[in-house]
Nanobody, 120 residues
Framework: QVQLVESGGGLVQTGGSLRLSCVASGSRHSLNAMAWYRQAPGKQRELVAYILSGRVTSYADSVKGRFTVSGANAGNTVYLQMNSLKPEDTGAYYC??????????????WGQGIQVTVSS
C-alpha cells in the first residue's frame, strides 16, 4: 500500500519560512508527479505546486516567487520551501502523488495532511 507522510509544518510569524517534506513508500512504480495542496477552513482545497519527473515545476499565482517545490535525488520525496509566509498561507497542507500528471488531477495518493499556521 502506498503511503505518503508529510513533516515540517508548524507555527511561524508573518515573513518567516518553513520547509515541508513528503516521503512516499510502497509504490511499485516511480511516482513521477508529486504535488502540494492546501485547504483553509471554509475554503476549497487548492493546488499549491507540483513537480513532474523531478524537473518540471508549476505554482499557483498566489505563491509564485515565494515557494519552491523540489525533489530529492533519491526518488519519491518532495519538498516545499515556503518563504515570506503570509497569514493567508495558513491551512492544512497535503502531499499528493501519482504516476503522471493526468492521474495527479483525478485520483492521486494522499498524505494525511499537516498544519501550517502563519500568525500576524
Amino acid at each position: 500500500q502506498v503511503q505518503l507522510v508529510e513533516s515540517g509544518g508548524g507555527l511561524v510569524q508573518t515573513g518567516g519560512s518553513l520547509r515541508l517534506s513528503c516521503v512516499a513508500s510502497g509504490s511499485r512504480h516511480s511516482l513521477n508527479a508529486m504535488a502540494w495542496y492546501r485547504q483553509a477552513p471554509g475554503k476549497q482545497r487548492e493546488l499549491v505546486a507540483y513537480i513532474l519527473s523531478g524537473r518540471v515545476t508549476s505554482y499557483a499565482d498566489s505563491v509564485k516567487g515565494r515557494f519552491t517545490v523540489s525533489g530529492a535525488n533519491a526518488g519519491n520525496t518532495v519538498y516545499l520551501q515556503m518563504n515570506s509566509l503570509k497569514p493567508e498561507d495558513t491551512g492544512a497542507y497535503y502531499c499528493a502523488a501519482a504516476l503522471n500528471r493526468q492521474i495527479l488531477g483525478t485520483a492521486p495518493y494522499w498524505g494525511q495532511g499537516i498544519q501550517v499556521t502563519v500568525s500576524s
